[in-house]
Nanobody, 123 residues
Framework: QVQLDESGGGLVQAGGSMRLSCVAS????????MGWFRQAPGKERESIAS????????DYAESVKGRFTISRENDKNTVHLQMNNLKPEDTAVYYC????????????????WGQGTQVTVST
């Protein structure tokens, strides 16, 4: 059974930093693109960062570009999201995701979701 376990969420002040991690188990995902999504209250879930299966191509939403960095460790089936200069509007539940097809560049068709981790940025 595939499971994605996110960690690293919590409460941080505006301008602070936080690092999220996601460990995938029950499968091997080194050949799949992985990414991070978020969902704020009353809003739709949105993609904010993707990383290709090789780790060489990264894609970011405009709202986080220059502040967030996605990375992966294929030998550990792990993907990270380093978030710097956090803003109150970054407050959301953050989800890890694995793409359905191998050898992808970005996450287009989510095969598996994590359970989500809450990130709250205070003013």
């Amino acid at each position: 059974q595939v499971q994605l376990d996110e960690s690293g969420g919590g409460l941080v002040q505006a301008g602070g930093s936080m690092r999220l991690s996601c460990v995938a188990s029950g499968g091997i995902f080194s050949s799949n693109a992985m990414g991070w999504f978020r969902q704020a209250p009353g809003k739709e879930r949105e993609s904010i960062a993707s990383i290709s299966w090789t780790g060489t191509t990264k894609d970011y939403a405009e709202s986080v570009k220059g502040r967030f960095t996605i990375s992966r460790e294929n030998d550990k089936n792990t993907v990270h999201l380093q978030m710097n200069n956090l803003k109150p509007e970054d407050t959301a539940v953050y989800y890890c995701a694995v793409d359905n097809k191998p050898f992808g560049i970005i996450v287009r068709d989510v095969a598996h979701w994590g359970q989500g981790t809450q990130v709250t940025v205070s003013t």
